[in-house]
T-cell receptor, first 110, second 113 residues
Framework: SQQGEEDPQALSIQEGENATMNCSYK?????LQWYRQNSGRGLVHLIL?????REKHSGRLRVTLDTSKKSSSLLITASRAADTASYFC??????????FGAGTTVTVRA | NAGVTQTPKFQVLKTGQSMTLQCAQD?????MYWYRQDPGMGLRLIYY???????DKGEVPNGYNVSRLNKREFSLRLESAAPSQTSVYFC????????????FGAGSRLTVL
């Protein structure tokens, strides 16, 4: 079974607004990652947060991790049309495998 | 720099036919992976190869075989395709050092009639 689960399944926002999505997972992890998938394309790695980190930033992305609640959130600030995509969290099952959630589909309206 | 290249991009098969999906990476990565993506299911790991010469089953290996031909190439074979194998298949690679961060190909859309 899959380790991670994103919430909400879909999100529609106005350009310039912030988008927040969450990921919950089941077992302890070494790190959690977020990937983006544009329609019809492969996934692209966005950011990795280690289990001993609580927050990480990369450009307009902010990721938090709460290992006590087994959850993470991804915040995209000042959204743009180009942010329209599906976003997936991924957790490491062991040194060689990642498990992905079902994703959050984000639509940014002009 | 091509990254991860998958072929073919699209394929239609009839039930019972066989086919091989090809994947090659030019990043000198040690580890390679095959995932399938179905609506509402996210990505599920089919097989992976931690290093050249090794392969291991993932979550959903039934109906598939893999070959790590060399460090660059990792193929996925469907011996007798079934409609349940209609999916989008993604190959990915990782340098295998430290935390696993995946670089994905563009995907192969397979339809089994």
């Amino acid at each position: 079974s899959q380790q991670g689960e994103e919430d909400p399944q879909a999100l529609s926002i106005q350009e310039g607004e912030n988008a927040t999505m969450n990921c919950s997972y089941k077992t302890s992890i070494n790190n959690l990652q977020w990937y983006r998938q544009n329609s019809g394309r492969g996934l692209v790695h966005l950011i990795l947060i280690r289990s001993n980190e609580r927050e990480k930033h990369s450009g307009r992305l902010r990721v938090t991790l709460d290992t006590s609640k087994k959850s993470s959130s991804l915040l995209i600030t000042a959204s743009r049309a180009a942010d329209t995509a599906s976003y997936f969290c991924a957790t490491d099952l062991n040194d060689y495998k990642l498990s992905f959630g079902a994703g959050t589909t984000v639509t940014v309206r002009a | 720099n091509a990254g991860v290249t998958q072929t073919p991009k699209f394929q239609v098969l009839k039930t019972g036919q066989s086919m091989t999906l090809q994947c090659a990476q030019d990043m000198n990565h040690n580890s390679m992976y095959w995932y399938r993506q179905d609506p509402g299911m996210g990505l599920r790991l089919i097989y992976y190869s931690a290093s050249e010469g090794t392969t291991d089953k993932g979550e959903v290996p039934n109906g598939y075989n893999v070959s790590r031909l060399n460090k660059r190439e990792f193929s996925l074979r469907l011996e007798s395709a079934a409609p349940s194998q209609t999916s989008v298949y993604f190959c990915a690679s990782s340098d295998g050092q430290g935390f696993i961060v995946l670089t994905f190909g563009a995907g192969s859309r397979l339809t089994v009639l």
